[in-house]
């Protein structure tokens, strides 16, 4: 099992004020660019960057190709991961993309991992009109082309449903043949499914159990074998799944370091992406922070373990079962990966056991510090990873290399 | 590992062999109306899946209201009635959106030994 890093850049507005402190985003951006920095010294694999727009305090990166720029200077190794572009052409001109991915892998000498989704959110779509209906269209038919556009001289121009263009030589080329790997953000199972056929990585934003990864894994790879209908010019067999991550030197402080990342995490997600509320929600007003303590202040000790935009009702009963509500409930618990060395190679293990390629760590989130997302880092760099790479390097490679027997399409893929 | 094979009435497994066919030669749209037919011919060999509720954000809906509502989407009082029908509020589909249609028919299809 490989591992990764995944930034959404939360900026939770102070409690007490209306707006945040005028140094507050410059802080954020530096304190990833340290993490990620750290991480590629330890040897993680992966970083993931989200694009969201207007999303205040659940995510401020709306320019993730410059973060992934900056990086492509500062580290040597980890894989820079778009955690997903919105390809839809309202977003992104389809073109554009495929000349800042291409830009990327240069700079950082063939280090990008392209991700691409639409997102879901009221004040994404209705900001860039993108009509809620047509946006997975948008999505492939895009995604599609500029795969087309990086590996094509010249590209031949298209008239597609959603974007034209004329024939033109796209550039730069990308330096990862014949593109880099693919991946397609998937917070459902069909999702994942449907990223198998499509020949693309499975960012799993569901934040799957163990036991669930297992009947997925093998369905995923059966999937790539026998139903295979590329959407690129190289396929990204991959399964990652996100878990929230917090360490220390015992559960209890790990926990108590952990904070209420969790919790606002799936709180300001749920809420934007809650047509009826993030739709309605009141630009450069509303503090959502303040909005989430108050309403946790009725239900403290459920929020804190498995909070989320849900009713208190909802947390009190079992868990949902619809897949959304499901993945917000399954990040507002503070459990996943959060506690010892001991604790997280014991849930980490069942993983690996069901053969997971990739662990995402989301450190970055709620009003978490930056000092105690560093010293996580660090120790599980030192402590945890060399024993997965060792396993990775020898005993999942030839799991996943006997999963593709028979594939006779071209694969490019870090995994 | 479930694939149309499963399947056991015949004429709903030659629904969704043809749906998978056309995905395989990219044709989304007529993929999504023959997935489409599939699933309203399910309806009619399980009438009981009509009835069958399940919990979404504290109150319930009729399950077959997860059918994915991509532009090709089954009607709330069509089902409440118990004469579902879907209706087409878009004319082309992605094949992408035809890969998540034939995974919803196909897991419904077997979780009910259609």
């Not at chain 1, 001289?153 to 024939?167: D, I, L, N, R, V």
């Amino acid at each position: 099992m490989k591992f990764g890093l995944f930034y959404e850049l939360q900026l939770p507005k102070p409690a007490d004020k209306d707006q945040w402190n005028p140094d507050d985003e410059r802080r954020i951006y530096h304190e990833m660019l340290e993490q990620v920095e750290l991480a590629d010294s330890l040897g993680f694999d992966y970083v993931f960057e989200v694009e969201h727009h207007f999303l205040e305090e659940y995510s401020h990166s709306s320019a993730p190709e410059l973060m992934m720029a900056a990086l492509s200077q500062r580290t040597k190794n980890i894989r820079l991961g778009h955690g997903i572009v919105l390809t839809p052409p309202n977003y992104n001109h389809p073109a554009r993309i495929a000349e800042r991915i291409s830009a990327l892998d240069i700079l950082s000498n063939g280090r990008v991992e392209f991700g691409s989704g639409e997102s879901a959110s009221e004040m994404e779509l209705g900001g860039f009109g993108v009509e809620r209906g047509l946006k997975k269209a948008m999505w492939e038919e895009a995604t599609r082309e500029i795969t087309n556009m990086m590996t094509s001289t010249p590209y031949a121009g298209f008239q597609g449903e959603f974007f034209s263009m004329p024939t033109r030589n796209v550039i730069p080329k990308p330096l990862q043949q014949p593109h880099p790997p693919l991946w397609v953000a998937a917070s459902r199972r069909e999702t994942t499914m449907v990223a198998a056929r499509l020949g693309m990585g499975s960012l799993g934003f569901g934040f799957e159990t163990p036991d669930e990864l297992g009947e997925r894994a093998l369905e995923y790879y059966r999937l790539v074998r026998e139903e295979l209908m590329p959407i690129g010019h190289a396929i990204n067999p991959a399964l990652a799944v996100l878990n929230t991550f917090m360490m220390a030197d015992s559960d209890e402080e790990a926990m108590r370091r952990s904070a209420n990342g969790p919790a606002f995490f799936s709180y300001s997600l749920g809420y934007y992406y809650n047509p009826a509320v993030g739709g309605k929600h009141p630009p450069g007003e509303f503090n959502v922070y303040r909005d989430f303590l108050n309403r946790s202040s009725e239900t403290a000790q459920m929020q804190q373990q498995r909070g989320g935009f849900l009713s208190p009702e909802e947390i009190r009963s079992e868990e949902p079962a619809d897949e959304v509500q499901k993945a917000l409930y399954r990040a507002a618990r503070s459990g996943n990966a959060i506690g010892t060395v001991e604790t997280l190679r014991k849930t980490l293990l069942k993983y690996e056991e069901q053969h997971l390629d990739t662990m995402i760590f989301v450190a970055q989130c709620g009003d978490r510090k930056h000092e105690h997302i560093m010293e996580s880092i660090e120790t599980f760099g030192k402590h945890l990873l060399p024993e997965f790479k060792e396993r990775h390097e020898s005993e999942h490679r030839k799991w996943r290399a006997e999963q593709l027997k028979g594939v006779d399409f071209p694969i490019n893929s870090s995994i | 590992m479930p694939t149309p094979k499963d399947i056991n009435d015949p004429t709903l497994r030659e629904k969704v062999e043809t749906a998978f066919a056309e995905m395989r030669a990219g044709k989304g749209t007529d993929a999504v109306r023959t997935l489409a037919d599939s699933f309203l011919y399910l309806l009619e060999l399980k009438p009981a899946l009509l009835q069958e509720k399940i919990a979404m954000r504290n109150r319930e809906i009729p399950r077959v209201m997860r059918w994915p509502a991509l532009g090709a989407n089954i009607k709330l009082d069509s089902v409440i009635a118990g004469k579902p029908e879907i209706e087409f509020i878009r004319e082309r589909f992605s094949v992408s959106e035809a890969m998540t249609y034939y995974q919803f028919v196909l897991d419904e299809a077997l979780e009910k030994n259609a």
